[in-house]
């Protein structure tokens, strides 16, 4: 089984309800393996799903990097040329946003100074993670992020299509106030595939849940490939099936009903 975090798993408020951990539980508990498959650091993950992170593998920063049986593996890092590029249009364009360099998904780097509290809250990180954003570039980068904190990058997004096609790959969120720039070719199907590798059919059997643009190869791929209520129009064209929106704990809702049929 694999699930996406924000908009899938996590309700709107991106915590993990009690009902849909208890749902994850059930299902590891009968031996299937689960992915959580996410655009988050590893950090992060592991604060949002507590316990069950040591019990699942992880396909992290979009794809950039793999968690599995406790051994962390960094799929690909970003040309420090199309890195530096990254910043240099962010300083120019929206000078407001927070730039977060990810290294390999608990150390990295941003471009303003953060009190221990705000670390924690926006980045489930302590102090010791932290970087300068030119350290963190210094010693290679996996994934940038650009939070333009509420205001739109749509003119830094087309610039960085425009510029550094065959580069990074662009990931914008629904509301185009953040920004995911990764290696090309990266993505959570990609990342599952060298998870499965050696694997002759690695897609049969498997249940997929997701909701956003990035999720949207995964479910096609999947012999059961289920989108959230909440997904986007082409998410919700391109799976063969539909759960409950993340609000609704659709994915526990799902994970119940087939352990009633089973």
Do not use: C
Not at 4 to 25: E, M, N, V, Y
Not at 81 to 92: F, M, Q, S, T, Y
Not at 155 to 180: H, I, K
């Amino acid at each position: 089984m694999v699930v996406d975090l924000d908009g899938t798993l996590l309700d709107p408020s991106g915590t993990l309800s009690a009902r849909s951990a208890a749902a994850l539980k059930a299902v590891l508990a009968r031996g299937v393996p689960v992915v959580i498959a996410t655009a988050r650091p590893a950090r992060s993950v592991r604060v949002k799903v507590g316990p069950l992170f040591e019990r699942v593998s992880v396909v992290q920063m979009s794809g950039v990097g793999l968690v599995h049986a406790g051994a962390v593996t960094r799929l690909a890092s970003l040309a420090p040329e199309a890195a530096a590029r990254v910043v240099a249009l962010a300083r120019a364009l929206a000078p407001h946003a927070r730039i977060v360099a990810e290294i390999e998904g608990q150390e990295f780097g941003v471009n303003h100074a953060m009190h221990r509290d705000e670390l924690w809250a926006t980045n489930a990180a302590t102090p010791d993670m932290l970087l300068s954003l030119d350290a963190a570039l210094e010693r290679g980068v996996a994934k940038l992020a650009v939070n333009g904190l509420g205001v739109p990058l749509m003119e830094m997004e087309s610039r960085l299509r425009e510029e550094l096609a065959g580069t990074l790959e662009v990931y914008a969120d629904r509301s185009g106030t953040f920004l995911n720039l990764v290696p090309p070719g990266v993505s959570k199907e990609a990342a599952l595939h060298h998870l499965w590798r050696g694997h002759p059919d690695p897609w049969q059997g498997v249940l997929a849940f997701g909701d956003d643009l990035a999720d949207l190869e995964m479910l096609r791929l999947a012999e059961h490939g289920v989108a959230m209520a909440n997904a986007l129009p082409a998410v919700l064209s391109a799976a063969p099936y539909r759960a409950a929106s993340n609000e609704a704990d659709g994915v526990a809702l799902a994970l119940e009903a087939l352990a009633g049929e089973g």
